[in-house]
């Protein structure tokens, strides 16, 4: 996991900056607004501003020096000053969804024996699901924590970042919640941890709300047994 610009900066969705590194179809920024996809959440979306037109941003690939590759739309080479500009509607609605699967977890982990995480997608229809190692777990209980997640949107607590090393994100059960993938520390060998003042610390690389009453209403969907000890919860945003 590399230190992303929007890690710093998450409410920068528009930048403009210089392309360093150009091929047919794609280029590498000096600096960009983008978050990449990557620990079940989706890639951002959005344009790139040429003189002379613009390009969407379908993907990403990386590239060398923790930079990555923006995939466009078109077979444009763009050169010099771009404007970068991330579709914001869909930032947010990951964003949103992505802090949504935080709570749910911190619930799960405090409320089921602490439970580990063993997959997780973020989708882009509002929706969200998590697998949990959860062999015993009653759905009736699953289902009840509807109202917790509601709970913790409403009491607005903030979100604050620190960087730990990689022994020490470990050695603490739980900080690394999933179950299958740690995330990779950056080249200064340091995890990034995200908290949620009050409620929960793990390691994690996407984007997240400043506070959790930034988000709408969180609903559970469904609850699936997946094979004897998955569990699979289905989230989702209201409106
Ligand atoms: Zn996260």
Same mark, same amino acid.
Request: charged share 25%; glycine share 12%; proline share 5%.
């Given at each position: 996991?590399? =230190? ?17 590194? /150009? =091929?047919?179809? &794609? ?11 990557? *620990?079940?959440?989706? /890639? ?10 613009? &390009? ?6 990386? $590239? ?8 466009? *739309? ?16 869909? @930032? ?22 602490? &439970? ?12 969200? =699901? ?13 289902? /009840?924590?509807? &109202? ?22 470990? $050695? ?6 999933? @179950? ?11 995890? @990034? ?7 929960? @610390?793990?390691?994690? *690389? ?12 969180? =609903? ?20």
């Amino acid at each position: 996991m590399g =230190r992303y610009f929007c890690h710093e900066h998450p409410e920068v969705l528009s930048l403009e900056t210089r392309v360093i590194d /150009a =091929r047919p179809g &794609a280029v590498v920024l000096e600096q960009t607004p983008f978050y990449p996809g990557g *620990g079940g959440q989706l /890639a951002d979306r959005g344009i790139l501003r040429c003189k002379g037109g613009e &390009a969407s941003v379908t993907g990403f690939e990386p $590239a060398a020096d923790g930079r990555f590759w923006h995939l466009l *739309g078109a077979a444009a080479e763009p050169t010099g000053t771009v404007q970068a500009v991330v579709d914001a509607e869909f @930032r947010t609605m990951m964003t949103e969804l992505h802090t949504g699967t935080h709570i749910l977890n911190a619930l799960v982990f405090q409320q089921f024996d602490r &439970a580990l995480v063993t997959g997780a997608q973020l989708n882009d229809d509002r929706t969200a =699901r998590m697998d949990f190692d959860l062999p015993e777990a009653d759905n009736d209980k699953l289902r /009840a924590l509807e &109202a917790g997640l509601n709970d913790l949107v409403r009491q607005d607590l903030p979100l604050r970042y620190t960087y730990v090393p990689l022994g020490e994100a470990t $050695a603490q059960h739980g900080l690394i919640r999933s @179950r299958s993938v740690a995330p990779p520390p950056g080249d200064d060998g340091l995890i @990034r941890i995200v908290e949620i003042v009050g409620l929960d @610390r793990q390691a994690c *690389g996407g984007t997240h709300l400043a506070s959790t009453g930034r988000s709408r209403p969180l =609903r559970i969907l469904k609850i699936d047994n997946k094979g004897r000890h998955n569990r699979r919860i289905r989230i989702g945003l209201q409106g």
